[in-house]
């Protein structure tokens, strides 16, 4: 009888051996996988997440907004979605001592009711603070709860950030650019779309929880291998068959690359339904009429961007469906025992307890130029010197007057000396500036300039502002020869240019259309019927200039050229080539030790505003002037 070479004899019993543990490590594969009930189950649970989604993109003003009021209610039904989870997983562990937890969780719960009066502090605030308290219960809580809460927490930094910090909104603001610019490229077709009208803000949300949903499934699959004995006992083989069984029964390399490949797929499918939403609405305001859409968006102030959260929640369905059978996610059980590795032992690992005061740390920095902890009353602000204030005096200094009525009959800008005369300043109208008359003057104020200062004003204007001094700047809609050009041959050097347009709301009165950035002047605004802005220039910013207000609801309308007779006003319609949404009204930058204010109105000044904007002009006048140990409260 013929036999085989010894070395065909061990390649044979090698294959058997190859196939007997490919066997075993399908067998593992199968029993950490979803049966068709858990997948059932899984289904009907993404039904919290879009919820949940939803609420996080209501938070960011973006999807449903119908003002503050809404906001706060979005944010008190997330407290109450993590306060859920977190008594539900405090229950789960009650066998351990539970009150230093609950206590530093109360403590950061306690301070969040000190911000609800400082609107975005306070709301986004809320989720930090039961983010924290959740955080605790994180070994013990479900996968998904720990995930959602990873993208509130982000989600909150994330908007916190952009509030707070001026150079996340100009990042927020080049990568809505870029993501147009390639839209445009592909479709040909213009998208001078604002981050807000792009739907730009419904992404976060989704990319906070796609990043969180990778750290944690790849934790729970983790885990969930390193606690089964099957797993554990491959480490027994050789170097050659643990490579073999490392491939097989314990695939973390070959599933983990399998996980980032779906999560490209994964964001790859979120630009595309971006750019599909953006076609659609853009093929939406090329066949309707400006007034019907400005009629629907009264009734339905979201706009369309309820669609583009739909369209994003198709791709996320189908990342996480595709994932069911791949990983080995917890399905509620306990997640703490069982493993003793450093990344999977129970209990807080010092690295959560530096994520935990982190976001009590959040809570506590609500403070950004000159911001305080607490909110201020509405008491006066006392004046320990009289401030100077110069106003270039090239304006109509008319007031009302009895007998007199029609349009025009309420005069410009000659209630303005008198009501800050009020306040205490020292007001002078000077004709001619130099450095003599600037000379210890806390704020100069320029408006609509009629012609360009010499260069000897301007390099006085230069130096007034690098010792000190403070500028407040207004101009107006579609100037030309006046007004704008002057005005941005003064304020070139500070990043800040107004535009040949006018800005238009969408809603009348500026409803819900403006974006309040925190900040001393803004401080105590209620609604924007308290600024009185109208129709005026939009600002083109670059660093270090600052935006204060932004028209979010509003679209930048170009000026004709050949309209002398209506101030170069354009058509004043909606048109697919004009900006829509995220205008700057307000900016502010800075000069050496100086303070420069640059409004595109002058409505808020006006004889006919002041009885709405005493207090925004009051705050204006007072944060221009103040020094450091100027300002106290009476």
Aim: charge should be positive.
């Amino acid at each position: 009888m013929k036999t085989s070479p010894p070395s065909l004899l061990n390649h044979h019993r090698r294959q058997d051996q190859n196939h007997t543990k490919q066997q075993r490590a399908f067998k593992l594969l199968s029993h950490c996988s979803r049966s068709p009930a858990d997948s059932q189950k899984g289904s009907r649970a993404f039904a919290p997440v879009a919820l949940f989604l939803a609420l996080l993109t209501t938070n960011l003003g973006t999807l449903f907004y119908f003002g503050q009021p809404f906001v706060r209610l979005t944010s008190c039904v997330l407290g109450l979605m993590l306060i859920a989870s977190i008594i539900q997983a405090a229950w789960r562990v009650r066998k351990r001592s539970l009150w230093p937890d609950f206590l530093l969780a109360a403590v950061g719960f306690a301070f969040m009711l000190l911000f609800l009066d400082s609107k975005e502090a306070g709301f986004i605030g809320l989720i930090c603070a039961l983010g924290v308290a959740l955080t605790l219960f994180a070994d013990e809580a479900k996968d998904e709860i720990y995930a959602l809460l990873t993208a509130s927490g982000l989600v909150a930094l994330f908007d916190y950030g952009y509030s707070h910090i001026w150079l996340i909104w100009y990042g927020v603001r080049w990568a809505n650019r870029l993501m147009m610019r390639l839209i445009e490229i592909l479709t040909r077709q213009p998208m001078p779309f604002g981050h807000h009208a792009s739907g730009f803000f419904i992404l976060i949300p989704f990319l906070a929880y796609l990043v969180a949903f990778i750290l944690h499934a790849q934790r729970a699959d983790h885990r969930a291998w390193r606690k089964n004995p099957e797993a554990k006992a491959s480490s027994a083989l050789d170097q050659e068959e643990a490579g073999i069984i490392m491939r097989l029964e314990n695939p973390a390399a070959m599933r983990t690359l399998a996980l980032w490949f779906d999560s490209l797929l994964m964001l790859l499918s979120l630009f595309a339904c971006q750019g599909l939403y953006l076609i659609t609405q853009q093929a939406i305001f090329s066949r309707l009429r400006f007034r019907v859409y400005q009629a629907l968006f009264q009734l339905s102030p979201f706009e369309t961007h309820w669609f583009a959260f739909l369209i994003f929640l198709v791709p996320l369905w189908l990342y996480k469906t595709r994932l069911k059978g791949k990983l080995a996610l917890s399905q509620g059980r306990k997640l703490t025992g069982g493993c003793s590795c450093s990344c999977c032992r129970g209990g807080m690992s010092l690295g959560r307890r530096i994520v935990a005061f982190a976001f009590v740390l959040l809570m506590l920095l609500t403070v950004q130029d000159g911001r305080t902890i607490i909110p201020c009353g509405r008491g006066r602000v006392a004046l320990d010197r009289q401030r100077r204030v110069v106003i270039y005096d090239n304006l109509d200094w008319s007031r009302p007057k009895f007998g007199y009525y029609g349009d025009r009959s309420g005069g410009m800008f000659g209630n303005l000396p008198d009501f800050l005369s009020s306040l205490g300043f020292l007001v002078q109208l000077e004709k001619e500036l130099d450095d003599r008359k600037l000379q210890g003057v806390d704020l100069l104020v320029v408006i609509n300039l009629m012609e360009r200062f010499k260069s000897p004003v301007k390099e006085a204007i230069f130096r007034y502002l690098l010792v000190g001094g403070n500028l407040l700047v207004m101009g107006d809609h579609t100037g030309l020869g006046f007004i704008r050009e002057p005005l941005n041959d003064l304020i070139a050097p500070v990043g800040i240019k107004l535009q040949f347009d006018s800005v238009c709301p969408l809603v009348p009165s500026w409803q819900n259309c403006m974006e309040i950035r925190p900040h001393r002047i803004t401080e105590h605004l209620s609604t924007e019927n308290d600024i009185q802005i109208w129709i005026g220039a939009s600002l083109e910013i670059r660093p270090p200039a600052r935006p204060i207000l932004i028209g979010v609801r509003a679209f930048s309308d170009a000026g004709n050229k050949d309209n002398p007779q209506e101030g170069f006003l354009g058509d004043l319609q909606y048109q697919r080539s004009e900006q829509l949404g995220d205008v700057v009204l307000v900016a502010e930058s800075r000069l050496g030790k100086g303070k420069i204010l640059v409004f595109g109105d002058t409505s808020s000044l006006q004889n006919g505003s002041l009885p709405y904007s005493y207090q925004f002009i009051q705050q204006i006048f007072y944060w221009l002037t103040e020094k450091a140990s100027d300002l106290s409260l009476a």
